[in-house]
């Protein structure tokens, strides 16, 4: 992909005659875009193929660095970078989200903690593909933050878009957004991939506690801030813009949509029991509905809002409509050999794949398992009841 710089995003701008002020002859043209609305000035753009397709495959619940001193936590490894080696051969997916809990960080250790993101980079350094990433209780231990996985992970590759905090210590670290284009040159993207960080797990060092399990409710008002930001320097997001996001732990509001699965309507392995714990704001009574300010912001700001995709409960990989905002919710597919799972759950991704950038037309998704077998699919549009 060629680099998109600067220069070309205050070409394209020139080009549509916005936001320009008046500037006298011969002196340039001095542009106002803000540089919130190109947050990778130095990276190539994100685009659709030129066949108008978009492919994301998503590895949730890696689970690498359990247990390095017995022979069977190393060779968990071994599978999980196996099984990524595999898919990414075959999907040729255009970008990757590594959907938390890469890392078992209760078994890991100060001095090599994040070492094991470099395991994870491995295939998809040699794949060559663009990710990013969110985070998941496992990855806030004792000796391990989500700071340091992403850190680690921006300075062991050039491929990552995830970006640490961009709204500067506000908020958890794994909270952004990423722009993909139709066409390298457009003005507005097509779609937005948000990231949200659903925190949990326990405070690094020594007097660790146990951290709030949900999406902060402060993260409400940078949604909006963001959306409007873009609305008044792209326009409105109804007729160009779709979305996808994505949170570690699911939303409260998928507890109830459990209560109401049907296998024909929610095809795909509905294994794990959704309980204290399962999804955001659940672990602690004190904490019930702490996770709502984020859920109401997300589904009254973001439009086109495609689906949201969560990992955290390995034995789900349903998806449903929830309801209260008639909004698709999807479980990724668990990926790593790490982490629990049990007998026929099996491991594998999700794939999300859009047809056009056209944000009225809903993209595919379903599960891929290892051995190649798919299953559980869907389209993620109006008709999805
Ligand atoms: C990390 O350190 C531990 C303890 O020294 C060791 O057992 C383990 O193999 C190391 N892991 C890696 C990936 O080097
Ligand atoms: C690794 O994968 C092989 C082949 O699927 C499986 O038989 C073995 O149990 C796995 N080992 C571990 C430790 O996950
Ligand atoms: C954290 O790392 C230290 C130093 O490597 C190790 O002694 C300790 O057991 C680790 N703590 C946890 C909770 O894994
Ligand atoms: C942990 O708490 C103890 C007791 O309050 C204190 O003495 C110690 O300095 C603390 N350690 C760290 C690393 O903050
Ligand atoms: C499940 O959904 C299908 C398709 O809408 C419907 O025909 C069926 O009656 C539903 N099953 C139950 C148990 O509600």
């Not at 078994?107 to 998809?124: G, H, K, Q």
């Not at 998806?319 to 049990?342: L, N, W």
Request: charged share 20%.
């Amino acid at each position: 992909m060629p680099v998109f710089t600067n220069a070309a995003v205050l070409i394209g701008l020139a080009s549509f005659g916005l936001r320009c002020l008046a500037a006298p002859a011969m002196e340039p043209r001095v542009l106002s875009i803000p540089s919130a609305l190109n947050p990778y000035p130095t990276k190539p753009r994100l685009t659709f193929k030129s066949d108008g397709t978009f492919k994301v495959t998503i590895f949730s619940d890696l689970h690498f660095g359990e247990n390095a001193w017995d022979v069977w936590g190393p060779q968990q490894d071994v599978n999980s970078t196996r099984l990524m080696n595999t898919v990414l051969a075959s999907e040729k997916p255009d970008f990757i989200v590594l959907n938390g809990d890469q890392i078992t960080g209760e078994n890991t250790f100060r001095e090599n903690s994040t070492v094991y993101i470099d395991e994870i980079l491995a295939p998809i350094n040699s794949a060559n593909i663009p990710f990013c990433s969110t985070q998941g209780n496992h990855d806030n231990q004792v000796n391990i933050t989500h700071t340091e996985e992403i850190q680690r992970e921006l300075s062991h590759t050039t491929l990552s878009y995830t970006r640490i905090n961009p709204a500067g210590g506000k908020y958890a670290p794994g909270t952004y957004w990423v722009p993909v284009y139709a066409h390298k040159n457009d003005f507005q993207p097509a779609l937005i991939i948000w990231a949200f960080d659903s925190e949990a797990g326990v405070s690094e060092g020594a007097n660790s506690t146990a951290l709030p399990d949900f999406v902060q409710a402060s993260v409400a008002s940078w949604i909006e801030q963001e959306t409007s930001l873009m609305d008044e320097y792209w326009g409105p997001a109804d007729k160009t813009r779709g979305a996808l996001a994505f949170v570690h732990i699911p939303p409260h509001a998928v507890q109830a949509v459990w209560e109401t699965l049907n296998s024909t309507v929610n095809p795909g392995l509905n294994a794990d029991s959704l309980g204290v714990g399962s999804t955001q704001a659940s672990g602690t009574p004190a904490n019930a509905g702490k996770d709502q300010p984020f859920w109401d912001a997300l589904n009254a700001n973001v439009k086109n809002l495609h689906a949201v995709i969560s990992g955290h409960d390995h034995g789900d990989e349903w998806c449903a409509r929830e309801p209260t905002k008639d909004v698709i919710f999807c479980f990724d597919k668990h990926s790593g050999y790490g982490g629990y799972s049990s007998d026929g759950w099996g491991h594998g991704v999700r794939n999300i794949v859009f047809s056009t950038p056209d944000p009225s037309v809903g993209p595919e998704t379903w599960i891929r398992l290892e051995e190649g077998e798919t299953r559980a699919r869907i389209t993620l549009d109006k008709n999805y009841q």
